[in-house]
């Protein structure tokens, strides 16, 4: 199993940045892909974006040039850094470890609030 703990969101005014974390623990050696999605109220779950284990990324087309995912390996991390905010990135934003074969495995969350 990976257990996925996300923190890092709030309360930020459109234009603003804020960087989200995700730290994995447990059975990290089998991750392929850490991924974040988001949800806003009404809405399905979308994927903002991803990451393998080779560095290769990809996003939705909505934050393309804004958001940046990253991770550290030795932290065990993913982050993702959203700059240009706008009241439209308002969500839950969940982050997901992907195993070939296995469960995926989802964070509890965290709140980002853009106001205009």
């Known amino acids: 199993q990976v257990q996925l703990v996300e923190s890092g969101g709030g309360l930020v005014q459109a234009g603003g940045s804020l960087r989200l974390s995700c730290a994995a623990s447990?059975?990290?050696?089998?991750?392929?892909?850490m991924a974040w999605y988001r949800q806003a109220p009404g809405k399905q779950r979308e994927l903002v974006a991803a990451v393998s284990n080779r560095d290769i990324t990809n996003y939705a087309d909505s934050v393309r040039g804004r958001f940046t995912i990253s991770r550290d390996v030795a932290k065990n991390t993913v982050y993702l850094q959203m700059n240009s905010l706008k009241p439209e990135d308002t969500a839950v934003y969940y982050c997901?470890?992907?195993?070939?074969?296995?469960?995926?495995?989802w964070g509890q969350g965290t709140q980002v609030t853009v106001s205009s």
């Open positions: 997901k470890a992907v195993r070939i074969g296995m469960p995926t495995s």
């Open positions: 447990g059975s990290i050696f089998s991750i392929n892909t």
